[in-house]
């Protein structure tokens, strides 16, 4: 399950989608759900860059704590939230990294998981706009999880799906066809995900300093 993301500036990289700016990027080492971070989506057949709370927020839903920041592929047609999302307000999260925990005997290891070649992964969301107390009306997404590599898989269960670069106007579209799009949906290749340990001040949200990703062993790849 996707709970903590790196965000470095991605938009330097050159296999980042181009976007047109509406609001500035939204960058962080140790980002939780329940907070604002910046998706691509579609409008008017351009890609752009909007503020998003991390927490889908319907415009009938009443408390964000009920908020849910990730979608099982698996049931996306069991909540109308979900399946109406999907079909019509599809949007990417670009990361830099998503944080995971392997259980040891001096507890919880944290690892990040990223590109092996550490360029910026495109996660998959569904979005909904909601009217605030404020009479606004703002943004929210949550990510869609599928079951991991058998890289991943001793740290996790569950990662948001990665969309590839190549496959960023297929996704946004909204003239992709349903079909289209269950297939862009599904467990990212073995070969494309790696992950190394980090500090355990990972563990703590409050703990915001750029050091917290930078590897303390080795990347695990997948080897044949």
């Given amino acids: 399950m996707a709970g903590r993301l790196h965000v470095d500036d991605w938009t330097r990289h050159p296999a980042s989608p181009a976007f047109r700016g509406i609001d500035p990027p939204i960058l962080g080492p140790n980002l939780a759900p329940r907070r604002w971070l910046s998706i691509l989506r579609h409008e008017a057949g351009v890609t752009v860059l909007r503020d998003a709370f991390w927490g889908l927020t319907p415009t009938w839903l009443k408390v964000l704590d009920q908020a849910p920041h990730c979608a099982r592929a698996e049931s996306l047609d069991e909540r109308p939230m979900f399946r109406e999302a999907l079909a019509e307000r599809r949007c990417l999260l670009p990361v830099t990294g998503i944080y995971v925990w ?9 690892f990040l998981v ?15 706009r909601y009217a605030p107390d404020t009479g606004s009306t703002r943004d929210s997404f949550a990510l869609i999880t599928v079951p991991t590599t058998e890289v991943i898989a001793p740290m996790s269960d569950r990662l948001p799906t990665v969309i590839a670069p190549d496959e960023t106007d297929a996704w946004l579209s909204p003239d992709t066809s349903p079909a289209s799009v269950r297939g862009l949906i599904g467990p990212a290749d073995r070969e494309l995900l790696g992950a190394f340990p980090v500090s355990k001040q990972v563990n703590d949200p409050a703990h915001q300093e750029w050091a917290c990703g930078y590897p303390t062993g080795p990347m695990r790849v997948w080897t044949t």
């Fill in 102 to 110: 392997q259980n040891g005997l001096r507890g919880k290891q944290p």
């Fill in 114 to 128: 990223t590109h092996t070649d550490r360029s910026p992964l495109l996660l998959a969301g569904i979005w909904s």
